[in-house]
């Protein structure tokens, strides 16, 4: 069996309502979803040799939210946890991204975007989604995430409240994740902020090889066990932030774990005679 075969199963078998013509109440396509795993499947499994570990912590079905950390310049950590979750989960799951709004300013970008299921990032648009019971991803960073510099790549920038507001609303399960390696498959050493300006992006990531085109590095995602927060949405801002620390708590230690572990793979191969 060809692996696109493989791949085109997975599609037919997303719990979406396609109608007559493959499109979902959303626009998202059914076509459009095939050949965009077709691609990244091949990127995930080949070119980064993705390892993803406790995607059993993802629901199979009903609300949830993957929150993460963004590493790397530009959205490789995206486009590899939407494809872990059509990869690795049975069934196969479609995560939608709150993406940032300049994708949506070039045609063909957006189209993708759209009938792939990624929205532009507004709250009454990722609202609609869960209460529809689909699976949500966001970044708290937001742009000032993928903008960290190499010596940087682990750390966690600022998070957003934002996104513990719109869990409390939604009673949404948020599932915490550390994406690794993806400072190292875009090593930045400079944000040319003006050069973004022009392009009309918020900046454009400098490697040491200038273009900010990504390395064959392995890339690893953590899922952590889901966490759930009682309340309104209303609540004061002190109570938020301290659920948004907790969460980025979560993260900074699945992050730490994980590098823990590559480190260990990485010694005991030294070993090995």
């Not at 996104?163 to 040319?192: C, Y």
């Not at 066990?225 to 969460?247: M, N, Q, R, S, W």
């Not at 992050?255 to 010694?267: N, P």
Request: with cysteine; hydrophobic share 40%.
């Amino acid at each position: 069996m060809a692996l696109s075969d493989g791949l085109d199963a997975r599609v037919d078998r997303l719990a979406l309502p396609f109608n007559e013509y493959g499109v979902d109440p959303y626009g998202i396509s059914r076509k459009h979803v095939r050949d965009a795993l077709r691609v990244f499947a091949l990127i995930y499994r080949y070119y980064f040799r993705v390892k993803c570990h406790g995607i059993q912590h993802i629901p199979e079905k009903g609300r949830g939210m993957l929150v993460g950390n963004h590493s790397g310049g530009v959205a490789v950590d995206g486009a590899m946890v939407l494809t872990s979750t059509m990869l690795e989960m049975d069934p196969p799951r479609l995560a939608q991204g709150m993406v940032e709004r300049f994708l949506h300013k070039f045609p063909v970008s957006s189209l993708w975007a759209s009938r792939t299921g990624q929205f532009t990032g507004l709250p009454e648009h990722a609202k609609r989604l869960l209460e529809d019971d689909r699976l949500l991803m966001i970044f708290p960073e937001g742009a000032r995430g993928t903008a960290k510099l190499f010596p940087d790549r682990y750390s966690l920038v600022d998070f957003g409240t934002g996104f513990i507001r719109l869990a409390l609303q939604t009673r949404s399960p948020i599932i915490p994740f550390a994406f690794l390696g993806g400072g190292s498959a875009i090593p930045t050493v400079f944000n040319a902020y003006a050069l973004g300006k022009l392009l009309g992006v918020p900046y454009v990531p400098l490697t040491p090889y200038l273009l900010p085109v990504p390395l064959p590095v392995q890339l690893e995602i953590h899922y952590g066990e889901p966490l759930v927060f009682h309340g309104t949405g209303d609540e004061e801002d002190h109570v938020i932030e301290g659920y948004v620390a907790k969460v980025k708590e979560r993260i900074a230690g699945l992050i730490e774990r994980g590098r823990a572990e590559r480190q260990h793979r990485g010694l005991s191969r030294k070993l090995l005679p």
